[in-house]
């Protein structure tokens, strides 16, 4: 699992956008049939939403080049990330006790998880990308220690 989400976590770089494809209109009341498909669609990408909360340092003299990369991303990056199911994908900048750190917040809203963190390791193009980000980064010392950049945050609330 700690593979895993250090596949997820390298990609919390990104903002996306929601894309939710419908099934093709098979009776013959295709306006029905398409409403009807939409509502399910919706109660089943409600039910089936996992959110992420990660964090990781960030080096200082880094940030300008992490902005940088963050303002004009790669698009074959976007593409992918949007292919394997995650939504809603933002990170913060916060400065602690003169200290910086990321922020990310994503929805996964796939059905195999692990298969599509494993089509994004995959990607080459993404793999160039870690090579530009994770040298941006200073892994938090729980990280470190699964050899990760990013870690995981436990969800204390949410509403909708």
Known sequence: ????????QRFAIILISCII????????NKKATLQQDTASAKAVQHKSVQRFGMVTG?????MAYYKQLHSHAWPGVLKKITECNIRNYSIYIQKIDGKYFLFSYFEYVGVDFKGDMAKMAADTTTRRWW???DPTQIPLPEAAAHKQQWQAMDEVFHMN
Request: with cysteine.
């Open 1 to 8: 699992m700690n593979k895993v989400l250090l596949q997820i």
């Open 21 to 28: 494809g419908f099934s093709a209109c098979k009776s013959g």
């Open 58 to 62: 960030l080096k200082p003299e880094k």
């Open 131 to 133: 090579k530009e980000t």
